[in-house]
């Protein structure tokens, strides 16, 4: 089976929350997204924005793991939304600003709208552009066949 590379979308203060329960949520708790990587992918968190709820930007690679649980299953996180979530092994990273490596990342095809590419809160990107953002997280690439 091949290893495939994901880039899901959301806010810094989202993402910790994730990192800290060893678990993805994408697209607002959508089951679709997370259906579509395997056991052994790689998941890497682009966050636009520091909070959900407010403005200030981040604009950084905020974290980085590997899809470890098989299943995709719904949490309730508080009465009448049970977004659905799927276990990842997140290593320790450094957040990485997206501004210095624009210029390098082939899925950003209009270097002057970058954040353009994000916009469908979860995508697929080459073996190489993993490669770019994990050296600018963890300093080198991880092993990952």
């Known amino acids: 089976m091949t290893t495939r590379f994901w880039i899901g979308v959301a806010s ?3 993402v910790r929350l994730g990192v800290a329960g060893g678990f993805s949520q994408l ?7 997370l259906k579509r990587m395997a056991v052994g992918d790689w998941l890497i968190y682009y966050s636009p924005k520091e909070r959900f709820e ?4 981040c604009q950084k690679f905020t974290a980085i793991g590997k899809v470890v649980g098989h299943e995709v299953y719904p ?24 501004r210095s490596l624009i ?25 190489a552009d993993f490669e770019i953002i994990s050296t600018g997280m963890l ?3 991880p092993v990952y066949d």
């Open 12 to 14: 810094r203060e989202h």
């Open 27 to 33: 697209c607002h708790g959508k089951a679709h997204p």
């Open 54 to 57: 407010a403005n200030a930007p």
């Open 75 to 98: 949490f309730e996180m508080f009465p009448g939304f049970v977004p659905y979530r799927r276990n990842i092994d997140f290593l320790e990273a450094d957040d990485a600003p997206i």
């Open 103 to 127: 210029d390098q990342l082939s899925f950003i095809k209009d270097k002057n709208r970058w954040g353009y590419a994000f916009r469908f809160g979860h995508l697929e990107i080459q073996r």
């Open 139 to 141: 300093g080198h690439i």
